[in-house]
Each structure stands twice: as C-alpha cells, then as structure tokens.
C-alpha cells in the first residue's frame, strides 16, 4: 500500500506562484511513475506532469516553461513548482503513484488562481 498527502494549494493571483508537495508513505518501490493531475470544476481530470524513474519528465503543453516536477527521494516527496499562474490552472491537484499493478492517489489540493 502507499499514502499520499498533498498539500501545498491555496489561492494565489494571476502571475503568482505555489509549491505543491505530495508526501509519500508505504510500499514505494514498485512505484515507477510519479504524477501530478487536476480536475476543474465541470471537467475531466488530466494530466499535467510525470516523472519516472529514470527521470524523464512529461508537462502538460499549457504548463510547459511555468511548471517544474521534481521528487525528493530522502524525504519521499514529490513537488510540483507552478509559477507564471493563470486562472485557467485553477483546479483540484491529484498526486498519483502509479506501477506495474499499481495506481495510487492523493486527497488533492485546491488551486484557485485570481484577482
């Protein structure tokens, strides 16, 4: 099993910076892939960041140059650096740990962007 607790969110204005961190507990080894998704009210959940074990990372092309994902592996911590916010990246954030078999996810984190 594995736990994941974000936090982090919060409301910020346009322009505006937050971290998100996504603290993990459990059986961590067979995780492969670390995720960070939203949902907006009304739609889908999608995808916004990954990062795999060997370090390659996906973003998302609207949060591309704004969002950085990295992960803490002494502290089992993955984070999410969002600068340059819009209100269009208001949502809940999902952390999610996915492996072979394996598909965990966090309570989420609110992100409200606005003036």
């Known amino acids: 099993q594995v736990q994941l607790v974000e936090s982090g969110g919060g409301s910020v204005q346009p322009g505006g910076s937050l971290r998100l961190s996504c603290a993990a507990s459990?059986?961590?080894?067979?995780?492969?892939?670390w995720r960070w998704y939203r949902q907006a009210p009304g739609k889908e959940r999608e995808l916004v960041s990954a990062?795999?074990?060997?370090?390659?990372?996906y973003y998302k092309d609207s949060v591309k140059g704004r969002f950085t994902i990295s992960r803490d592996g002494a502290k089992d911590t993955l984070y999410l650096q969002m600068n340059s916010l819009k209100p269009e990246d208001t949502a809940v954030y999902f952390c999610?740990?996915?492996?072979?078999?394996?598909?965990?996810w966090g309570q989420g984190t609110q992100v409200t962007v606005s003036s």
């Open positions: 999610n740990a996915f492996g072979a078999g394996y598909n965990y």
């Open positions: 459990g059986t961590l080894f067979r995780i492969v892939n």
């Open positions: 990062l795999n074990t060997a370090g390659s990372t």
